[in-house]
């Protein structure tokens, strides 16, 4: 059942995916820029039975620019599960985007297998160790972060322009515990809380882009494709 009838640019924008009631949540990874929010879901089909493969879409939330970034076909023989596995996560580590600070734990595989997925896409994302500071440092409270990222980002541009600013990645134990601190229950709701509050701030302040995924509609996508958080 495709929930959006009346909305022909988000039915264009996710057409392949047939019934989205059908796709589950991998893994699931956001970054709340009040700009262009953006959420990544890395999802399949929840029912594979008889399979011999199946598909894995990259799909990105987005008020102005909504897509499947990339598809992928996931065989189902052991050993190419896991290479395949391992070369999707290559791939999405290599996409622009820094480091998102909203991070679920997709509930279609077994949570050990989810977290260390997150804990590898984090690894890969540039400005990882300063975004894991200001998580320590705003504990569990991303608006605050949020506006003090806002206020800071005139100082921030001037010190990369002068290569004063941190563009590290984080080392596998710094992003193991970055990883464990997102995923509490407090730190994933105060980010989804922020990161509603981006959406619709930039869907109200950024008029010169055209909305092509409405907040309800992307909170539709949300809640059918990632179970848990609601």
Known sequence: MWPFDRNKKVIAAF?????????????????????????????????WRNKSS??????????????????????????????????????????RGGCPTFLYPGSLWSEDDSYMMLVKIVMGKEGGVETAELCRRFRANAFARVTYEIASSGQKLQERKEGKWDNSKLSGD?????????????????????????????????????VKLPYNDFLTMFQTIVEGLQ
């Not at 995916?17 to 589950?24: E, K, M, N, Q």
């Not at 893994?27 to 929840?46: C, E, H, K, Q, R």
């Not at 997102?182 to 882009?209: C, W």
């Open 15 to 47: 057409k392949e995916l047939g019934d989205i009631s059908a796709y589950r949540a991998i893994t699931t990874y956001g970054i709340v820029n009040p700009f262009g929010p953006t959420m990544n879901i890395l999802a399949t089909l929840s029912n």
């Open 174 to 210: 710094e992003a193991k515990e970055f990883v464990l601190f997102q995923t509490q229950d407090k730190s994933m709701r105060s980010e989804f809380e922020a990161f509603r509050m981006a959406y619709n701030g930039a869907i109200k302040h950024v008029p010169m882009l055209p």
């Open 54 to 95: 199946l598909p894995v879409y990259l799909l990105q939330l987005h008020p102005f620019s909504p897509e499947i970034l990339k598809k992928w076909t996931l065989p189902m023989e052991e050993q190419a599960h896991v290479e395949t596995i391992n070369n999707i996560l290559d791939e999405v580590c290599d996409m």
